[in-house]
């Protein structure tokens, strides 16, 4: 399904991490590469702009990283990126450039792209968010099935097979998701789509859409 390709979700040229997508066709095929990618790139970033601390942990001497925050390695955090008080990053993770991890915010196993804003008490596992994309306060990606199966995503009527167990969601470039909202294990949010406050979101949403429901997706005019 093309629509769910990752050259149709994110622009590549706005993360650290481009090389991770290379070979891959769909965003879901890099979750299980996270860990050793953050390790193999960590090692050949510049001291003069990037510091280690602890094993596997490379923070931007530009970063803010709140005293009370926790770093879990392997980690990057990239240049003028905020880590804010209580941040919980459990490991696995890339923190774009000018990124923001908030208040209580956990993350694991996940790529933030620059700009990426989840500063609120959000849970982002197993999941890649695009390009300034945003999560409003509460909004969490739900990454395991209660059946504990392999996932799939829905896409205009079809199911198709990611092969993973654990896949939280993945957020298109600029994609804005509202407070409280629930990201079923397969979510793919297309570029520029937005998603209303206390949504329960599956399968693919549309890119430069509104989501107000599951029976209710309007699509943007004015781009």
Known sequence: MEKLMIKNLFDLDKTIAKDLFEGAVYPWEVLPKIKEFI??????????????????IWVAKS??????????GPLIICENAEIRHCA????????????????????????????????????????ILGYKAHTGAGAITSNLKSDKKLVTVMCDGEKVETGVKKF???????????CNSVLNPGTVVGRGTRVYPLS??????PEHSIYKNRNEVVIIEDK
Do not use: C
Not at 39 to 47: A, E, S, W, Y
Not at 168 to 178: E, H, N
């Open 39 to 56: 390790v193999k790139l960590g090692n050949t970033l510049d001291p003069e702009i990037y510091e280690k601390r602890g094993e596997d």
């Open 63 to 72: 970063a803010k990283v709140a005293p009370s925050a926790y770093l879990g």
């Open 88 to 127: 919980f990053i459990r490991g696995s993770a890339i923190v774009g450039a000018g990124a923001v991890v908030g208040n209580s915010t956990e993350l694991k196993n996940a790529v933030l792209f620059d700009g990426v804003q989840v500063p609120h008490y959000n849970y982002v596992g197993d999941s």
């Open 168 to 178: 939280g969601a993945m957020l298109g470039d600029f994609a804005d998701i509202g």
């Open 200 to 205: 329960m979101v599956r399968g693919y949403v």
